[in-house]
């Protein structure tokens, strides 16, 4: 089984600033407010979540083959 890494960098596409979170195991996040600009972040087209579309690491779920959680 693969270790599932619960912690991912996500940076702003508007500003440029990142910021390291902890992932939800248990849900997907589809939004996310920028902490220097207040963007709100929204997954691109064909990405699971905030975290596939801007962060360093994809959500748990896809860590774990298990497909989308939305």
């Known amino acids: 089984m693969t270790e599932i890494i619960p912690v991912s960098t996500i940076t ?3 500003c ?3 910021t ?3 992932m939800p195991t248990d849900a997907c996040q589809w939004y996310y407010a920028c902490k220097q600009c207040s963007t709100l972040l ?3 087209p064909g990405d ?3 975290f596939c ?3 360093t690491v994809p959500c748990p ?3 774990a083959d ?3 959680c939305g």
């Open 12 to 14: 702003c596409p508007v």
């Open 16 to 18: 440029g600033v990142q």
């Open 20 to 22: 390291s979170e902890i």
């Open 42 to 44: 929204k997954p691109k």
């Open 48 to 50: 699971c979540c905030i």
């Open 53 to 55: 579309s801007y962060g």
């Open 61 to 63: 779920p896809i860590q």
């Open 66 to 68: 298990m497909g989308c």
